[in-house]
């Protein structure tokens, strides 16, 4: 069993479910977003952007490893800074784009 932190643009909320779904279902442990403004058209402050970026940091320190959620291989720059993070703290990364999950 790992804890795994899923990492990815909130414009993928339904990839964000399926894999937490079937990360889940193969006895991980999941820590995700607690939300997707881009998704949900949810208007945030840039205060509110640079406290939700320590929060994921956070997640990712609680993690084994992070899971990369990128469709069609898109990365933007909060999750590259995010990937950078990890890579850092020695976690193992493992990509949507090259995994099964497609």
């Known amino acids: ?35 997707f403004e881009q998704s949900e058209g949810i208007e945030i402050t840039p205060e509110q952007e640079a406290l939700f970026e320590l929060i994921h940091y956070k997640k990712i320190d609680l993690a084994d490893e992070i899971f990369v959620i990128d469709v069609n291989k898109y990365i933007g720059e909060s999750t590259r800074k995010e990937i950078e993070y990890a890579k850092r703290k020695g976690k193992a990364i493992t990509y949507y784009s090259s995994s099964d999950f497609i």
Do not use: P
């Open 1 to 35: 069993m790992k804890v795994i932190t899923l990492c990815g643009s909130t414009k993928f909320k339904k990839q964000f479910e399926e894999v937490n779904a079937k990360l889940t279902i193969q006895g991980h442990v999941v820590i995700s977003l607690g939300f």
